[in-house]
Structure formats: C-alpha cells, structure tokens
C-alpha cells in the first residue's frame, strides 16, 4: 500500500526558532493536507494543497506542495509554546478516493520556553 | 474539528464485550468517514458511508466491525468481542460531497 515517510519523528526546540518538516510519497499524491493533533483530540487541519508546487501560507505556517507530487513540506516560523503537538501529513491519490487519506506518522514537537 | 461530535469520548471494555462508538457529521455533511489511529501512529482509513449506504469499507477488518449511517441519528461503529488489539483512538470525520474532510475529537478504547 501506499506509504508516507515523514521526517523528523520529532524534535526539541526553543521557542523563537523556526521548524521545518517534510513528507515523501513512494507515489503520486494529487493533494496534501497537513494536520496538528494535541494530546487526547483530534487532528485539526492547519494547510491543504491541491496542485504541485502550490505554496500556501496560514499566519506562521507555510506549506507547499512538491514538483513531482510525491512531497511536501511545512516550515513554522518563530515558533510559541502552543504550536507543541504532533504534526501530520496527510495526502490521497490521483485514483479517485479523495476521502481515503493516507497518513504519516507524525512529527512529534516540543517547544522549550 | 469543531462540530463533528463523538462519544463517548473514552470507553473500557473488557475482552468479548462489544463496543459502540458514535459520531453526529457536522451540520450540513452527508459524508461520514472513520478512522483508526493505533498508538504512536498515523491516522488509518476504515469506512466511509453516506445516509443508509456504506460507500467504501476497504479498511474495514473482516470480522467483528461493522459500521451504519442511518437515515435519523448518528453514524455508528460497533466492534464485537473486542480483543487488546482493538485498542485505538477512533476517529469520525465528515465532510460535504467529497471536499475536504474535518476531524472529530475521537474515542479512546481500551480493551482490559
């Protein structure tokens, strides 16, 4: 089945820095979405991207959507104690199923006051 | 996630029992999805239904799961003689047609 690596699995930094993630397909993704899940809710959705190379901007975050479909990335600017939760891509394919989402594990971050 | 309601929001089962999850769509959403997200893992697909129908169930287990969005009321997941491995956060979404789909809070079940 189809597979998201996303990267890094977590990390640990001050508050003030900016924070960069990714995700890679092993195929062709048509849109990527990317949610932030707190402990014990739901994921919450943050950016959605529908067409490569689009790069799309939610106050301090920004995602965009890769050339060749199978990536995308997002960067959190002057990060702030509340943005600790674990992030997740999400994307679905060009088959047609755009409600079967296929998740990657997740970034886990930690934001140190 | 604001609008799509779930509960409970954490259930205890003991092995063999049977469990009953419920999710009411936002307001306005004819399209019901759940998902399954084990421990320190992503989100997996199991259903997606609309009113009376069950559109696509590829990530459905086999046996013992089951799901139903009927015509009045909410959308139902029920697992029968759940074992330990049934232990997962379960999560409803809902969405208009097929456009982007918006998370409920979940329900956590334990299986002891």
């Known amino acids: 089945g189809q597979q998201l690596n996303q990267s890094p699995q977590s990390m640990f930094i001050q508050e003030g820095e900016d924070v960069s993630m990714n995700c890679t397909s092993s195929?062709?993704?048509?849109?990527w979405l990317w949610y932030k899940q707190d402990p014990g809710e739901g994921p919450v959705l943050l950016i959605a991207?529908?067409?490569?190379?689009e790069l799309t901007s939610n106050g301090r975050l920004t995602a965009q959507f890769g050339i060749t479909r199978k990536d995308s990335f997002l960067n959190i600017s002057a990060s702030i104690p509340s943005d600790v939760g674990i992030y997740f891509c999400?994307?679905?394919?060009?088959?047609?199923?755009?409600?079967?989402?296929?998740f990657g594990k997740g970034t886990l971050l930690t934001v140190n006051p | 996630n604001a609008g799509v309601m779930q509960n409970p929001r954490h259930l205890v089962r003991r092995r063999g029992q049977e469990a009953r999850l419920r999710c009411s769509p936002m307001k306005g959403h004819s399209h019901v999805y759940w998902y399954r997200q084990l421990p320190e893992e992503g989100l997996k697909f199991m259903v997606y239904?609309?009113?009376?129908?069950?559109?696509?169930e590829s990530g459905m287990p086999k046996e013992r799961f089951s799901a139903e969005f009927p015509k009045e009321g909410p959308s139902i997941l029920r697992i029968q003689q759940v074992v330990r491995g049934d232990s997962a956060a379960y999560f409803c979404?809902?969405?208009?047609?097929?456009?982007?789909?918006?998370f409920g809070e979940g329900s956590w079940l334990t299986v002891v």
């Open positions: 999400a994307g679905h394919n060009s088959g047609g199923s755009n409600y079967k989402l296929t």
């Open positions: 979404a809902s969405s208009t047609r097929r456009d982007t789909i918006y």
């Open positions: 991207l529908y067409k490569a190379g």
């Open positions: 239904l609309q009113k009376e129908n069950i559109i696509d």
């Open positions: 195929s062709i993704f048509n849109t």
